[in-house]
């Protein structure tokens, strides 16, 4: 009887294939292998590329370059293209900022000092308010983008993340903007991964939202092992480490 079942099952599926024709059929397996191999996502509605700080001054010749993060550009634009919703940040420095090392008679950029909210690395003076170095990357082809967030305003505080400041109480307005409009599940991608990428990330996830960083299309500065110690920080902290070849 099971035997029998079995003949049955196999009749019907070579009927269908017959019926789509040979050439349909092997497209569609085809198709349909590929996406099941690469556990294939599909943003929905509810989805929200967050596009981290992709600015002339984190491009080579900028005045914080990240090594390879012109290289990002092209897979951000495909990426979006994959997404009703998309949301930018911009850092946005004063002129004397508490980050930069010239702020701090005898400190040089990459040194580290206390600030009133703890640890602070010293940055080279970098994307002054208005300046072309804090333009948002020409290359970038983002139209649809609906909001672009601005941070590290404030003269005394640093802020890396794209939801809370450094000082872990001073609010950007991004959680409520998109819990407001029902955003929860958020990707993740930018400059640099081991500080702005994975500060927004750790930060979107203790706000309740399901959070995923698209590896290769980040770069990072890597301060003595930071970008390994960020990873870490962010599989700790339950976000997803993906590909932009896994986003149909």
């Known amino acids: ?12 599926v070579l009927a269908g294939i017959g019926a789509l024709g040979a050439a349909g ?8 292998s590929a996406a099941f191999a690469q556990g294939m996502i599909t943003p ?9 700080d992709v600015q002339n001054c984190f491009l080579p010749g900028g005045t914080l370059a990240v ?8 897979i951000i634009n495909e990426l979006a293209r994959k997404f009703d919703n998309v949301v930018m940040t911009q ?14 008679p005898g400190k040089k950029p990459f040194e580290t000092m206390e600030l009133s909210y703890g640890t602070q690395v010293l940055w080279p003076d970098h994307c002054v308010q208005g300046s072309e170095d ?8 983002l139209p649809h983008a609906q909001l672009v967030i601005r941070k590290g305003y404030h003269n005394e505080i640093d802020s890396y993340s794209a939801f809370v400041e450094a000082d872990k109480k001073s609010k950007t307005g991004l959680t409520g903007y998109l819990k ?10 930018g400059l640099a991964t081991d500080f702005c990428v994975s500060w927004s990330a750790v ?17 990072g500065i890597d301060l003595n092992g930071s970008v390994a110690a960020a990873w870490k920080s962010m599989a700790a902290a339950g976000i997803k480490r993906i590909q932009s070849t896994d986003i149909a």
């Not at 004063?94 to 980050?99: F, G, L, P």
């Not at 804090?134 to 082809?141: D, K, P, S, V």
């Open 1 to 12: 009887m099971e035997q029998g079942q079995t003949m049955l099952n196999r009749r019907r």
């Open 25 to 32: 059929a092997f497209g569609a397996v085809t198709k349909f």
């Open 44 to 52: 929905g509605e509810n989805a929200v590329l967050l596009v981290i």
């Open 67 to 74: 090594k390879g993060g012109d290289e990002i550009i092209p």
């Open 91 to 104: 850092d946005w420095h004063t002129q004397h900022h508490a980050s930069f090392a010239s702020s701090h």
């Open 134 to 141: 804090a333009r948002l990357a020409e290359g970038l082809n």
């Open 180 to 189: 407001e409009r029902g955003l929860t599940d958020v990707y993740v991608c």
């Open 203 to 219: 930060d979107a996830r203790a706000a309740g939202l399901t959070v995923s960083v698209i590896e290769d299309a980040c770069r």
